[in-house]
């Protein structure tokens, strides 16, 4: 993955962040048909927050997000949307 650097008005930047949700006990629950719609979910969170989704991978117990930013974005708030 080549790292693209975006510009504001007085800086220029590339935040990339890893996020990776795990369930309870690493229970198995993500089958095929959750996995589908729980990207679907994340993309249509992410759009208000301006957030793009570089790659996400679900597998049966944990959810990996690599995402892409600005510095103005208020982390907390997106995650915890």
């Known amino acids: 993955m080549k790292y693209e650097p975006q510009k ?3 800086s220029v930047y590339s935040l990339y962040f890893h996020l990776i949700f795990v369930t309870k006990y690493r229970k198995k629950i993500f089958d095929s048909e959750i996995s589908s719609y ?10 208000p ?4 989704i570089v790659e996400q991978e679900i597998d049966l117990d944990h959810i990996h997000i690599l995402f892409n930013c600005s510095p103005t974005i208020n982390l907390t708030k997106y995650i915890v949307y």
């Open 8 to 10: 504001g008005a007085h």
């Open 38 to 47: 729980f990207k679907q979910v994340i993309i249509l969170l992410s759009q």
């Open 49 to 52: 927050y301006h957030v793009q």
